[in-house]
Nanobody, 112 residues
């Protein structure tokens, strides 16, 4: 059974940082491209970042480029998202995805 469990969210002030993690199991993690998506209240999902299976190619949405960094540790079956200089518009539930499958998300709230 494929499981994707995101963690590391929380409440942070504008300008702050968070590091999200996604623990993956049930599949050969190192063989798959992975991504992070977020969903803000009342809005549709937005893909914020993606990384290829080997970790050498990445994608960032314009809204987060230069502030977020995606990475992965294939030995630990874990995907990461380092988020710096957070803004209120980054608020939402963050999910990691394998293809069309997403796991349980983690809430990120950016507010003063």
């Amino acid at each position: 059974e494929v499981q994707l469990q995101a963690s590391g969210g929380g409440l942070v002030q504008p300008g702050g940082s968070l590091r999200l993690s996604c623990a993956a199991s049930g599949f050969t993690f190192g063989s798959y491209d992975m991504s992070w998506v977020r969903q803000a209240p009342g809005k549709g999902p937005e893909r914020v970042s993606a990384i290829n299976s080997g970790g050498m190619r990445t994608y960032y949405a314009n809204s987060v480029r230069g502030r977020f960094t995606i990475s992965r540790d294939n030995a630990k079956n874990t995907l990461y998202l380092q988020m710096n200089n957070l803004k209120p518009e980054d608020t939402g539930v963050y999910y990691c995805k394998k293809g069309d499958m997403r796991g349980q998300g983690t809430q990120v709230t950016v507010s003063s």
